[in-house]
């Protein structure tokens, strides 16, 4: 099983990015996926997850309106597109992905650093 996260970097304040997650080694159609981040030196926040048909999704109230999370099930990838980007959204973001709707992940990525400069 693999989780591949990319599309971090470096981007002012205001700026986008879109990270994507490539599955492999599993039913990437019948998991929830999730991106979940974590900040320099805090605990790890939830960030949005989508079901596994694409048709719902749920963002965390700090990301609401500027991210959207987004799967495409024939190319086993999550994606997740960060607008109006800020410095407060600097961390490492993993995706990661679950059977159920609840408990704990099944698999998670290696994490990708996306940072917004003061």
């Known amino acids: 099983v693999q989780l591949v996260e990319s599309g971090g970097g470096l981007v002012q304040p205001g700026g986008s990015l879109r990270l994507s997650c490539a599955a492999s080694?599993?039913?990437?159609?019948?998991?929830?996926m999730s991106w979940v981040r974590q900040a320099p030196g805090k605990g790890f926040e939830w960030v949005s997850s989508?079901?596994?048909?694409?048709?719902?999704?749920d963002y965390a109230d700090s990301v609401k309106g500027r991210f959207t999370i987004s799967r495409d099930n024939a190319k086993n990838t999550l994606y997740l597109q960060m607008n109006n980007l800020k410095l407060e959204d600097t961390a490492v973001y993993y995706c990661?992905?679950?059977?159920?709707?609840?408990?704990?992940?099944?698999?998670w990525g290696q994490g990708t650093q996306v940072t917004v400069p003061s």
């Open positions: 080694g599993f039913t990437f159609s019948n998991y929830v």
């Open positions: 989508i079901s596994s048909g694409g048709g719902g999704t």
């Open positions: 990661a992905a679950r059977i159920r709707t609840w408990g704990p992940y099944d698999y």
